[in-house]
């Protein structure tokens, strides 16, 4: 089974990025309000990690880390295929050097990882158009990218967390562990 690492916002930054989610999802009509992910920055992908050893290994990695704040910079299309929008993170700072560091600990400890590019995208999922309760055509389709595409957002958001997630589509039974940053 998959586990997915994620980096939370605080409830501050969470708002903002879920209001600008709803505010985009309505305009252009990407997917149902009921299959909006909850805003997060997926930083890892761990195949049937053992729990323990994971949860050491991590709370080790985050222990001199303090809440940080990372860049939101515009918006992103994936492809044709997935149909996700997303806002785009500035890869640079903490959250860059934190998820490389996790994933190559994680990596030489034997866990089974997502192999990491060398351009690396973070980004914070807003739509999947796959989950559209109307599906558009491939013309409005094209169009409602180009829209997308010229959209600039910018903000600063905080970091106050990290969870590990089993699942990203079943919002009840979704976090397996919390990893608190520490405030000062």
Sequence with gaps: MKYYLVAM????????????????????????????????????????PDLDKFEEIVEKILRPYKKFKVELNGLSYIDQNNKNFNFKIENKGYIIRIARNINSTLKLSGFNVKEIEDQWNLHVPLANNNLASKTQNSK?????????????????AKIDRFELWKSINNKKKTVVQTFSLRDC
């Design 9 to 48: 916002f605080d409830d501050n930054s969470y708002e903002y990025v879920e209001g600008l989610q709803k505010s985009i999802n309505r305009k252009y009509k990407l997917s149902n309000n009921n299959t909006l992910p909850k805003p997060h920055i997926i930083l890892d992908v761990i195949v049937d």
């Design 140 to 156: 409005e389709y094209t169009a409602t990218i180009d829209k997308i595409k010229t959209l600039t957002p910018y903000t600063l």
